[in-house]
């Protein structure tokens, strides 16, 4: 189900795809967890919009191949999660759109099926992201450096190393994946190399690495423990950690060996903040 997304539609309300944009936008955000970001307003709510499209994965709905959503995200730097166009999906599901703003029937019908597809989708997207038992919904703490949104997640059972990866942890498990701080850095994920299912790995020991144009970066893992799930969706589909490296993201999975012992040398998410931002700043990664 698309849920907890950000959703910008086009603003083109002069043409019927951009009506039916509007449409389905409204109809996805009969999901309370679902927030609408105005075209119109953007540029006069910047700081409100930016915080909704930091704190949710952003789905754009253009009307036509003009694509005026898509560019409104690009130009304030937005990382889009899913995107369609009206105009083409309409023509992929033989349906001819009329040339008045007035939504009939026909169009009704595209709605309810881009709909469900979407909904179809992000359900296709969970189930597949690997054989794992938890499953885990984050809240965010966003900061932004220059054109860059930084998320980092504030549950209390979520710990870190200085490393830049993150662990949640349930009772004798944890699931493992790096920050975003680190995808940005890397940019575009091109490579994903996994541990294997039954290793044994010890605090601060390598559990895997991701590999941009710019970097190999090893990943480092917060506890020690023996690796009981992969994310095999990873594996085709590495761009998931740029995308979301926390819900979608996430690497691997461990049954802890120590995982009070381990905690001992983790930090929470205060200071892991506090890190991150002096690294952004040092850094100046604008």
Not at 18 to 26: Q, T
Not at 246 to 274: H, N, Q, R, S
């Amino acid at each position: 189900m698309i849920e907890n997304y950000a959703i910008l539609p086009c603003n083109g309300l002069d043409k019927c795809a951009g009506a039916i944009s509007r449409e389905l936008a409204i109809k996805l955000c009969e999901n309370d967890k679902n927030e609408i970001i105005c075209p119109v307003h953007f540029r006069v709510a910047e700081k409100k919009y930016n915080k909704i499209a930091g704190d949710h994965p952003l789905l754009v709905i253009d009307g036509c191949q003009t694509r005026c959503a898509s560019k409104l995200a690009a130009e304030k730097n937005l990382r889009i999660i899913k995107k369609i166009i009206i105009a083409e999906e309409a023509k992929g599901h033989g349906i001819e759109l009329n040339d008045n703003l007035r939504i009939t029937d026909q169009e009704r019908v595209l709605i309810d099926t881009l709909f469900n597809e979407l909904n179809r989708e992000e359900d296709n997207i969970l189930s597949s992201s690997g054989e794992s038992a938890l499953s885990c919904e984050f809240d965010y703490e966003t900061f932004q450096n220059g054109k860059f949104i930084f998320r980092i997640p504030k549950n209390g059972e979520v710990l870190y190393n200085e490393n830049d990866c993150w662990a949640w942890v349930n009772e004798n498990r944890a699931r493992i994946g790096v920050t975003d701080y680190v995808q940005q850095n890397l940019s575009d994920i091109l490579y994903f190399y996994p541990p294997e299912i039954g290793d044994e790995i010890d605090q601060f020991g390598e559990l895997g690495s991701i590999e941009s144009s710019k970097a190999v970066f090893e990943m480092v893992s917060p506890f020690s423990g023996k690796v009981i799930s992969v994310n095999e969706k990873l594996e085709k589909n590495p761009e998931l950690i740029n995308e979301n490296p926390y819900e979608l993201g996430w690497v691997a999975e461990l049954e802890l060996t120590d995982p009070e012992g381990d905690k001992e040398l983790l930090i929470g998410f205060e200071k892991y903040l506090e890190i991150t931002k002096k690294k952004v700043e040092d850094a100046n990664v604008r």
